[in-house]
């Protein structure tokens, strides 16, 4: 199903679970998936930097643009928030995407950055942009194998992926990455 526009609406996907727009009453749900989802990655800073990444702003102006993926059961599973860039009409931006431990490699993920994707190209946008901390080698790996490329840094790390220095603030250091539509 699509919208006026070409770009995917929210629906049923593989196996039972439901694709939807997230609302502010999503919040609560979306802050304990941050917390417990990463597995402790960062310890309790950690889930608490996490946390006040997706504050409830997010789903109250850029629902058009986010997704929520439940079972059937109504238990979260997945969620993507992004937004099209208000400054750089070309740009379209990932800000925090999340599946459930038990959930990942199911192709989910790939199901949510498909479907922004396509939201982003109905918007006339040419690419998206996304970051991620330097320690988090898994979302580094997916978002290469997504065909995102690495943007120049301050620096190169340990593993030669190239690191911006105080990105998000002293000792906040992050990854950036962009993609082409």
Do not use: K
Not at 131 to 140: K, L
């Amino acid at each position: 199903m699509t919208d006026p526009e070409g770009a995917q609406v929210p629906g049923q996907l593989p196996g039972g679970l439901m694709l939807r727009r997230p609302t502010p009453a999503d919040h609560p749900r979306l802050q304990v998936a941050l917390a417990e989802w990463w597995g402790g990655l960062g310890g309790e800073a950690g889930a608490l930097q996490r946390q006040l990444l997706v504050p409830r702003l997010f789903l109250q102006h850029f629902a058009d643009t986010s997704f929520l993926v439940e079972r059937p059961d109504g238990t979260l599973h997945a969620f993507l928030i992004g937004f099209l860039s208000q400054t750089d009409p070309g740009t379209a931006y990932i800000h925090f995407v999340g599946v459930c431990p038990r959930g990942r490699r199911g192709g989910i993920g790939s199901a949510l950055y498909d479907r922004f994707f396509a939201t982003a190209r109905a918007a006339g946008r040419s690419r998206v942009r996304c970051i991620t901390s330097p320690n988090n080698r898994d979302s580094i790996a997916y978002h290469t194998r997504m065909g995102f490329r690495l943007e120049p840094g301050d620096r190169c790390d340990e593993h030669g992926v190239p690191v911006h220095e105080d990105y998000d603030g002293p000792g906040l250091d992050r990854v950036s990455f962009v993609r082409e539509l």
